[in-house]
């Protein structure tokens, strides 16, 4: 059972003398959706296009299915790709787009022309094949590709960027129907984008990128409660990082912040300088100083309707907060106190 | 791999066992050869038999693929061993072509020039090693794109460095057969009767390199200027009448060589209008002064403004409006603008303009023959060394050399120098802002300078038309269609007889031309595409070599190959081939660059996502690219097609009886003093032409209607 699984080991990809990709192992398990997500130029697009052999490695091998692909040419990997741009043939009409795949491999007219409209129909298209490409809306022209793509039906399917090209409402609904396509065709796929909310909702698991290597891999889950390091508590949901001194490591630790003492029902593993990462929907906000709270002056606030974000300014450091709109929120300048659940909180590296 | 190094192995022993190996009595296609395959129709294999051992030497080429692939255990020694075996076959096959019977040769035997089985041969030989090479892993494996690489790298070998390098060896020849030393070449080289400074020291006349030098200068300068000024009228005045300008650029390329030459003639030449008007009027001496620098000058003007023109009107555009908007915002004015900001950004496109001046002017031939008189320039003198009264092959080689150096000195400044810093401000953004008007004083110059100008070239070509109506210039102004008649007849008696003079030429130039237009187109493409969008070692001295041929002037090709193909191993002059080669390599860079700039437009993508969907990069150039740029393909055409017409440099070396070209039919008529019929057959080139392009945008234009200008992924 390994058709659709995709294997990295030891793959380099160096351009001239950029680094584009440090030594990278990776193993993507088939039939599920994986993410590559981090900042721009951290090597997404490069590891994408090692899987669908458009670039070769300049070290290291690359298996797909079990078997070893390094030298074999894009033509022939069981991989089909969808392009940030599209790149939908503009001579081609939607049914000629869909079908070229079919068509190159000479398969007869007769066969080719089912299964395009039975792609056409798996992205709502049906009645569409006569169209141009230029006549399509960008979330239509967006479906046409996934169409192509899977009419081949690949073994792994990527997706570069998919959804950058759509606005933000377009986005959501599109990024429902892949997932549900993948899911429904059991397909293996390599989902890029620097949107992590895009990430968290559409992937089994999550590969987070940082300077051409891996920071962190994992369910979406535990990228978000577990994160393994400042990075990664800052780039999957937002974090206020505050620097802690942690006393006592182990199953659960001590740690000193801002003077005061506290105990934390969190593991972490050594003592010394480290972060204790805040989200913002977890800070409680009170006019009245209580035990283990920090004081702050609300420095910016901002009523977006569904929740309230402030910025605060504390001996700390400024620290991001969002609740939900009461009946009194806090103006500019306020004085108020900041309290957090020990529970929820997370200590990682500096 | 397996199954293409099969195909060609197959393909190649078939061309050296059974094709005709040498050049056959009737051509390949007349098919004489199936009836008799022996005597001159022989192939390899019968040859070998029969006492020309040396025969079996390609053949082994052959044997060690067929090893290679039957033996070899793994894929990458498969590879090893095709890549070996083509090179070794190749290298046996030229071998014995060179040194077996050729003046060269080492050994004296019969070994005539090659035809179509030795073609075959070779060509199966090369795609061996090329499939080789792609099984080696370089470029990504793909057969496809080995071959082509291949293919172009041995035909720019065959065609632009082989002849070359019969060049320099002629050049360095000693007399008697005495071999090859600078003995002779040095003092030769060197002599005053090249490099002669007597016009500027004031002892006489200058040498022909030095006229060429000075005369390029001189034209270099002029044309940036008026095509500056253009420019500037074209880009930054509200002119009216800027559809005129533009017609004026597609004017040079219609309008054959020594045309603008023959209508200088008949308005400065000793018999012209204006001498004969002002000699009425004001009782002028009737002079020559049109035969010579200053005749030539005015011609060459008048042919190369419009190319500065069109140069730098992409110079001028390329100023991003931002640039001087934000200068004027500064409080600079119009004038400080100019002078601070748009005119430095402008400056490497100048200094590119001004070397393709230099570079056209010196490797002109038709204007100095037409107009030079006593002032002799390498283009013509070269000529002369040929077909003079008395030949002397080795002083037109070492006048070619001469002019290459001049020719190649400017191509490399251009691209190594000039090249790099060009264009630097044109963004790739849209840039929606106004370039800044010109201030008045240099508006006013630039009309001045430009419009006259525009209006005399106008003048120029009604009185080309004119002329080829009237009886006999100067003289008797009569209206005839005799000129016409005389080259166009048609007699319409038992059948269509085409009894006029110039017909014969005339079809010829037209099916040569046809033929030769689309193997242009492909060749150019097929490079561009490799260029643009294939990765390969040694990319930068592919592109250079296959770009270099514009920098060599049309006579020293000429000359090349009379001197490369006229005696085995490849034997090419007299037929009407040579003529289709010479267009195909002379007007290639054109097909290269026009297709790199198409294929730029290109997004990418579109080539990665066929290659995704399972095709290989053949199907993809196919069905992908080459649909999309149809209107780069058709303007390779067309422009290939009107620079075979009018070209007559390398031509005038190559025609022969059976194949003569419009432009050589014309400078006999010429050098006849039949000026009349001359003009009348080039008035019918330029109607041809016009036809032509008129015909292609009509086809281009319909496409681009139907979609958007700009291809894009969608
Ligand atoms: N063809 C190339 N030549 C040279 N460098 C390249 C090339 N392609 C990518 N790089 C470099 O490799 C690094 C990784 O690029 P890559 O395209 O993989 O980034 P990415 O993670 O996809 O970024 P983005 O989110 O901006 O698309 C970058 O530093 C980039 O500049
Ligand atoms: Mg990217």
Redesign the pocket.
């Known amino acids: 059972m390994t058709k659709g699984s995709v294997r990295f080991e030891g793959v380099t990809k160096h ?2 003398d ?1 680094v ?1 990709l440090k030594p990278l192992d990776l193993d993507i398990a088939p039939g599920t959706l994986v993410t590559l997500l ?10 994408l296009r090692l899987v669908a052999g458009l670039e070769p490695p300049t070290s290291g091998r690359i298996f797909i299915g079990g078997e070893d692909v390094t030298h074999l040419s894009a033509t022939y990997r069981k991989v089909s790709m969808v392009f940030q741009s599209y790149a939908l043939f503009p001579h081609m009409t939607v049914a000629e787009n869909v079908g070229y795949g079919l068509t190159v491999k000479r398969m007869p007219k007769s066969e080719v022309r089912p299964r395009v409209e039975e792609g056409l129909a798996m992205v709502g298209l049906e009645g569409f094949g006569d169209r141009l490409p230029s006549e399509l809306s960008g979330g239509q022209q967006q479906r046409v590709a996934v169409a192509r793509a899977i009419v081949l039906e690949p073994e792994v399917l990527l997706l570069d ?1 998919p959804l950058s090209n759509l606005d933000a409402k377009l986005r959501r609904h599109v990024r429902e129907e892949i997932r549900e396509i993948q899911q429904r065709l059991k397909l293996t796929a390599i989902y ?1 984008t ?1 949107d992590q909310e895009e990430a968290m909702a559409v992937s089994d698991r999550i590969i987070v ?1 940082k300077n ?1 290597e891996i920071a962190q891999e994992g369910t979406p889950a535990d990228l978000y409660e577990r994160p393994n390091s400042a990075f990664i508590a800052d780039f999957i949901g937002d974090a206020n990082l505050l620097p802690v001194d942690v006393t006592r490591a182990g199953e659960t630790v001590d740690i000193v912040v801002d003077g005061r003492q506290m105990a934390l029902p969190t593991a972490f593993a050594t003592t010394g300088q480290a972060n204790l990462v805040l989200r913002p929907h977890q800070l409680r906000l009170t006019r009245e100083a209580a035990a283990d709270t920090l004081p702050a002056e609300v420095s910016y606030a901002a009523y977006l309707g569904n929740q309230v974000q402030y910025t605060l300014t504390t001996a700390l450091g400024e620290i991001f907060a969002v609740t939900v709109p009461d009946a009194n929120p806090f103006q500019k300048g306020d004085r108020v106190h900041i309290g957090f659940d020990p529970a929820a909180a997370r200590i990682v590296s500096v | 791999m397996k199954r293409i190094a099969v195909f060609w192995l197959v393909v190649g022993v078939i061309g050296w066992a059974l094709l005709p190996w040498y050049l056959t009595e009737g051509g390949f296609w007349r098919f004489g050869w199936l009836a008799d395959m022996s005597g001159t129709n022989i192939s390899a294999l019968g040859a070998a038999l029969t006492g020309k051992p040396w025969l079996w030497l390609p053949a082994l080429g052959f044997v060690g693929a067929a090893l290679s692939l039957g033996l070899a255990r793994s894929q990458l020694a498969t590879a090893r061993g095709l890549f070996a075996s083509g090179t070794a076959g190749l290298a046996l096959l030229m071998g014995q072509a060179l040194l077996i019977g050729t003046r060269y040769g080492v050994w004296e035997a019969e070994n005539p020039g090659i035809g179509a089985g030795a073609f075959v041969t070779a060509a199966a030989l090369l795609f061996i090693a090329t499939t080789g090479i792609s099984g080696l892993g370089k470029g990504r494996g793909d057969a496809f794109v080995t071959g082509l690489v291949g293919a172009i790298v041995a035909l720019v070998a065959i065609f632009v460095f082989f002849p070359l390098t019969f060049i320099l060896v002629r050049a360095f020849e000693l007399k008697g057969g005495g071999g090859l030393g600078f003995g002779e070449f040095l003092p030769r080289f060197l002599s005053s009767n090249i490099w002669g400074i007597g016009c500027i020291t004031g002892g006489g006349s200058c040498g022909p390199a030095i006229n060429s030098f000075l005369l390029g200068l001189s034209t270099a300068a002029g044309t940036t200027i008026m095509g500056l000024m253009f420019a500037l009228i074209f880009t930054r005045t509200d002119f009216r009448a800027k559809k005129l300008l533009r017609v004026l650029t597609v004017l040079p390329i219609i309008t054959p060589p020594f045309v603008i030459g023959l209508a200088l003639i008949l308005l400065f030449g000793r018999a012209g209008t204006i001498t004969e008007f002002f000699s009425w009027a004001f009782g002028w001496e009737k002079t020559r002064w049109l035969y010579g620098f200053h005749g030539v000058w005015l011609a060459q003007m008048l042919s190369f403004t419009p190319i500065a023109f069109l140069v730098l009107i992409g110079v001028v555009e390329g100023v991003s409006p931002s640039m001087e908007e934000a200068s004027q915002t500064l409080d600079a004015n119009r004038w400080q603008t100019f002078r601070y900001v748009s005119f430095p950004l402008m400056r490497p496109g100048l200094a590119n303009a001004f070397l393709l001046g230099f570079i056209e002017s010196i490797a002109d031939f038709g204007n100095p023959l037409v107009l030079g008189g006593n002032f002799n320039v390498l283009s013509t003198e070269i000529y002369f060394a040929i077909v003079g009264t008395i030949a002397d092959p080795a002083q037109a080689a070492i006048l070619s050399i001469t002019l290459l150096t001049f020719t190649l000195t400017a191509f490399l400044a251009q691209r190594f120098w000039v090249g790099k810093k060009n264009y630097a401000t044109v963004t790739g953004k849209a840039d929606s802002g106004r370039h800044a008007a010109l201030n008045p004083v240099l508006r006013w110059t630039a009309y001045l300078l430009a419009l006259p100008w525009a209006f005399f070239t106008m003048v120029l070509y009604a009185l080309i038309i004119f002329g080829s109506f009237v009886k006999l210039w100067g003289y008797d102004h009569t209206f005839t269609f005799e000129h016409y008649l005389r080259g166009f007849k048609i007699v319409v008696r038992n059948g269509v007889h085409f009894t006029g003079a110039a017909w014969d030429s005339y079809f010829t130039t037209l099916t040569i031309s046809a033929i030769a237009a689309p193997l242009t187109a492909a060749v150019g493409l097929a490079t561009a595409y490799l260029l643009v969008r294939q990765k390969f070692t040694g990319k930068d001295a592919f592109e250079f070599s296959t770009m270099l041929s514009f920098a060599i002037p049309g006579t020293v090709i000429g000359v090349a190959y009379i001197m490369a193909f006229n005696f085995p191993p490849i034997e090419l002059t007299g037929t009407g081939l040579i003529l289709i080669i010479v267009f195909i390599f002379r007007n290639m860079p054109v097909g290269v660059r026009g297709g790199i700039a198409a294929m730029s437009q290109l997004d990418r993508s579109l080539d990665e996502a066929s290659i995704m969907l399972g095709a290989n990069s053949a199907t993809t150039l196919r069905r992908v690219i080459l649909p999309l740029m149809g209107p780069a393909i058709l303007a390779a055409l067309t422009y290939s097609f009107v620079r075979a017409i009018t070209s007559v440099s390398a031509v005038i070396f190559l025609v022969s009886a059976r194949h003569n070209m419009a432009t050589s039919f014309i400078v006999g008529r010429v050098e006849n003093g039949e000026y009349g019929i001359a003009i009348a057959y080039a008035s019918v080139l330029i109607v041809t032409m016009l036809t032509v392009i008129i015909a292609m945008q009509l086809v281009i234009g319909r496409r681009t209607l139907r979609r958007a200008d700009r291809i894009e992924a969608h």
Do not use: Q
């Open positions: 351009f001239d950029v584009a981090g900042p721009s130029g951290c090597g997404k697009t490069t590891t960027e890029v620097h990128m051409a």
